[in-house]
């Protein structure tokens, strides 16, 4: 007897083309915030949403017979796309400026952190109550503080148009999608026995 998060995912539902879709409409969208280099960077954010699908591809090779873990790592891969498409004009405003190089490394050692420590991460979730929570919530608030201090010295420095507010926006907005993709990295399993209340 199979067990409930062991179902097999045919291909013409693995979501693979329509994740595709998602990253391929958010790419050409952010592709023009700012207008400079849009058509470069129109091919850039494709060439991004191919890999994906191929990564997504390969993931559901892997795990199509198990759909949880099938899906979860799909949408931890679809978050990153993600995430990088919001972040992206921020980024692409910044260069070549020092503080494109401070943001950069930020968001890197963030990335490396969060996926290192996926299952403090899922447990913050999983039990708000947990003093992990707190430091999620803490570290999202500095980022903000530090990064939103970063990108407005930036403006107050340069001659900036008005994508950067939206540039901004859409910054903090894939910042919080790294924070939270982690989460798809644990098995159901995991979570189960971390929803298990502690005595």
């Not at 990564?55 to 790592?73: A, D, Q, T």
């Not at 530090?146 to 403006?155: N, R």
């Not at 507010?165 to 790294?178: D, N």
Request: hydrophobic letters at 55%; a positive charge; one cysteine or more.
């Amino acid at each position: 007897m199979k067990k409930k998060d062991s179902h097999f995912v045919e291909f013409k539902n693995n979501r693979v083309f329509i994740t595709l879709i998602l990253h391929v409409v958010i790419g050409l969208l952010c592709s023009f915030v700012p207008e400079e280099n849009a058509g470069l960077w129109i091919g850039i954010n494709i060439a991004l949403a191919i890999v994906f699908a191929l990564v997504n591809y390969m993931i559901w090779l892997f795990h199509k017979n198990n759909s949880k873990r099938y899906f979860s790592l799909h949408t931890f891969v679809m978050l990153l796309g993600i995430a990088f498409y919001m972040m992206s004009p921020a980024f692409r405003a910044l260069y070549p400026s020092i503080i494109f190089w401070l943001l950069l490394l930020i968001t890197l050692v963030l990335v490396g952190f969060l996926i290192i420590k996926y299952d403090a991460v899922t447990n913050a979730f999983v039990n708000p109550g947990d003093s992990w929570f707190i430091k999620i919530l803490g570290m999202y608030g500095g980022i903000i503080f530090v990064a939103g201090g970063l990108l407005w010295a930036y403006m107050n420095a340069t001659e900036t148009g008005p994508f950067v507010p939206v540039a901004i926006i859409l910054f903090f907005i894939g910042i919080f999608l790294l924070m939270i993709a982690p989460i798809m990295l644990s098995t159901p399993d995991r979570v189960k026995e971390l929803e298990k209340p502690r005595y």
